[in-house]
């Protein structure tokens, strides 16, 4: 796909984008220096060039706890979506959890059994950039939601107000009690 997408030189092809600084570029390439590759790895500092990348992922490594931001993927190798489940539970919550699967049967089980800031099918990050569709992280990877409805709830403060008319200012809610107290208890429950 890689080579459908870039040609056989994807540093050549114009429409491979490259990291956004050299701060970051530096980021990422220390966090490849101890990474098995298994596709890719070159990398030009002068350029800010990344390959795409693929690892081998060390669920202990940085490249799996940290956002990465390049075009490199970890991947992690599990027997069942039972063992994806279990992996994706011991860890902080994503931001995403994306599966390709026809199963009905498995995606509502990722729907169901995981928790993350969103969920995808057979397709990555589009869910972003849908309008209408809330869009952020649980716990430590984000909190609210933006896009749409939601997000303007999220970044908005509701304020309560109520107002009680003079005419409702019943007498019996203020003291003395002396039954009354033991009346309301029982009406209450």
């Not at 997408?5 to 970051?24: A, E, I, K």
């Not at 309560?160 to 019943?170: E, N």
């Amino acid at each position: 796909a890689i080579a459908e997408f870039y040609g056989p030189d994807p540093r050549q092809s114009p429409d491979f984008g490259r990291l956004v600084s050299t701060r970051q570029f530096d980021r990422v390439d220390a966090l490849l220096k101890d990474a098995t590759v298994l596709h890719g790895g070159e990398r030009v500092r002068e350029e800010r060039y990344i390959a795409p990348t693929l690892v081998e992922g060390d669920p202990d490594s940085a490249l799996m706890q940290e956002e990465i931001f390049a075009p490199v993927l970890p991947l992690i190798e599990v027997s069942d979506l039972e063992a994806a489940l279990r992996f994706i539970a011991e860890r902080p919550k994503p931001l995403a959890a994306y599966l390709f699967s026809r199963s009905n049967t498995a995606r509502q089980q990722l729907i169901e059994r995981s928790q993350s800031g969103s969920v995808a099918f057979n397709d990555v990050i589009v869910q972003a950039g849908v309008p209408g569709l809330p869009f952020g992280g649980v716990g430590p990877s984000g909190i609210g939601r933006c896009h749409g409805e939601a997000g303007f709830r999220s970044l908005s403060n509701q304020k309560s107000v109520y107002q009680r008319p003079f005419a409702l200012d019943l007498a019996w809610r203020y003291p003395p009690y002396g039954n009354r107290l033991s009346l309301l208890k029982r009406l209450l429950g």
